[in-house]
């Protein structure tokens, strides 16, 4: 596709539950970034994959976080036993170095996750 | 990472241009200076971004100190629609790979 596509858009959980949020980056694309965006303005860095390879995981709580990009499929964030400071917007990004557009990551919605 | 300081906001009138400041007085000599805004409720949107030379696209131009210490995002004509938070970020090494470290980021206030 033409945008990154995050679904779903608002999820809610009770605390100690699994959430899972899915990415589809731009088709053509081979990296893939999830950010979360805890307060307003604030983003945090969490991990991004080259193809199905995790390039860089250096934000990734190693607690709890999980993440895949498998061919074929959307990639996907995981959150084991959810707790209340997850509560956040994740950001997923993709972006294709080289061309015209090389240097630019291209963002999604988000996904709201609200957890209670 | 190398640092950006950001005004935490600015004020500006419909049709009038916007300057937007940006210092970052830790710039390595390989770091590009890339600019993204957040629309309200939407994911960061690419802007513009440059190495030592000015530049200018559609939306915004970008001016460069000599010394790079600082930059200057400019928006000619501001409309209500550019109403957001604005992030100036260092990607280490000019690497179109790697990760982009937001800061505060400038919320941008329009009026009509």
């Known amino acids: 596709g033409e945008e990154v596509a995050q679904t779903p858009k608002h999820l809610v959980r009770g605390e100690g539950q699994k959430a899972k949020l899915y990415c589809a980056p731009i088709?053509?694309?081979?990296?893939v970034f999830w950010y979360q965006q805890v307060l307003k303005n604030e983003f945090k860095f969490l991990i991004s994959?080259?193809?199905?390879?995790?390039?860089?995981e250096t934000g990734m709580p190693k607690e709890r976080f999980s993440a895949k990009c498998l061919p074929n499929s959307p990639c996907s964030l995981e959150i084991q036993a959810t707790k209340l400071e997850d509560s956040a917007v994740y950001f997923c990004?993709?972006?294709?170095?080289?061309?015209?557009?090389?240097?630019?990551?291209?963002f999604g919605s988000g996904t709201q996750l609200s957890v209670l | 990472d190398a640092k950006t300081t950001q005004p935490n906001s600015m004020e500006s009138n419909e049709e009038e241009p916007v300057h937007l400041p940006c210092n970052h007085s830790?710039?390595?000599?390989?770091?590009?200076i890339h600019w993204y805004r957040q629309l309200p409720s939407q994911g960061p949107e690419y802007v513009i971004h440059?190495?030592?030379s000015n530049v200018n696209n559609r939306m915004a131009s970008l001016a460069i100190a000599e010394d790079r210490k600082s930059s200057t995002l400019i928006l000619h004509c501001a409309t209500l629609r550019d109403a957001a938070v604005y992030y100036c970020?260092?990607?280490?090494?000019?690497?179109?790979?790697?990760?982009?470290?937001f800061g505060q980021g400038t919320i941008l206030t329009v009026h009509p």
């Open positions: 990004a993709s972006s294709q170095p080289g061309g015209r557009d090389g240097e630019k990551l291209f």
């Open positions: 088709k053509g694309h081979s990296y």
């Open positions: 994959f080259q193809n199905e390879n995790v390039f860089d």
């Open positions: 830790t710039i390595s000599g390989t770091d590009y």
């Open positions: 440059g190495l030592t």
């Open positions: 970020i260092l990607r280490v090494g000019g690497t179109s790979y790697g990760k982009l470290t």
